[in-house]
């Protein structure tokens, strides 16, 4: 165990894409061994591949709760009320963080009231430890819960306490909202290979502007408007590109689009 690890050990019971970006954030930032981590699968197999990749322990849902005072639950929203049925008793005394979209906290806690419920919606980029985790605690959460939760997901990103009536639109706006800048990243590469440049090449400028973007607000706390204005001249290059974007709509499309994700979160929840 390197210098920073600890002893918490974590079950996981699902092994999608937010439960391996989850993985291997915490393996990224060192502050669970792999061999603090199990994980299952209705699917086995998957949780097996995940083994295979991290040199996590793949076992079955019981092992999984058994061995682990803290138990993601990273199963679909439809799945997880019947998965915490299923296993009420057992996980009674267990600190248990749900990731499903929809499901509230009453929800969870109405099928037993002495489950300790943290409600927590990552995105995908916790994978490289540059996510957002906004996350809500239960009525049977205690100091100690919180600290443990804290240690093993804080490292993940952006780490923020929010109000349960708010982490839809938190969820749309992160969560969603990866899959837009990507979309417009293979854009800005498309415009790189229509000016001659490699796919390569424009792939990784693109990129790069981006991520280099976003750092310069979160580093300075400058308003983005504030950091427009300052690459853009008089009569110069960007004014004329930011005019072009006006006019085919960007801006109202870009909230347009996040919104449309609110609304269908929405619905989720009201299943």
């Known amino acids: 165990m390197d210098k920073g690890e600890i002893s918490i050990m974590l079950g996981i019971i699902g092994a999608g894409n937010i439960s391996e970006a989850i993985i291997a954030g915490i393996l990224k930032s060192k502050t669970l061994d792999c ?10 197999s998957k949780a097996e591949k995940l083994s295979l990749k991290y040199g996590v322990t793949a076992a079955d849902n019981i092992e999984v709760i058994k061995k682990n005072s803290i138990i993601l639950l990273a199963v679909k929203p439809y799945a997880l009320i019947n998965v915490l049925e299923l296993y009420q008793n057992e996980l009674a005394d267990k600190v248990i963080v749900s990731v499903a979209s929809g499901i509230s906290i009453n929800d969870m806690e109405n099928v037993n009231k002495r489950l300790k419920i943290i409600r927590t919606m990552p995105n995908t980029p916790v994978q490289i430890c540059k996510g957002v985790l906004a996350y809500v605690y239960g ?6 819960d919180k600290n443990i939760f804290k240690t093993i997901f804080s490292k993940l990103g952006m780490f923020i306490e929010i109000d349960e009536s708010k982490i839809d639109a938190v969820s749309s706006l992160t969560g969603c909202s990866p899959a837009f800048i990507y979309q417009i990243i293979e854009a800005m590469s498309d415009a790189g290979v229509k000016m001659g440049l490699q796919r390569e090449l424009a792939i990784s400028l693109s990129a790069m502007a981006v991520n280099g973007s976003g750092g310069m607000h979160y580093n300075t706390e400058m308003h983005p408007a504030v950091l427009k204005d300052k690459v853009t001249s008089p009569a110069g290059s960007t004014i004329e590109g930011l005019a072009e974007l006006e006019s085919k709509g960007v801006r109202g499309a870009v909230i347009s689009a996040l919104y449309k994700a609110y609304e269908k979160t929405l619905l989720f929840s009201k299943k």
Do not use: F, L
Request: no cysteine; charged share 10%.
């Open 139 to 144: 009525a049977n959460i205690v100091e100690n």
């Open 35 to 44: 061999k603090n981590i199990v994980v299952s699968n209705y699917n086995q």
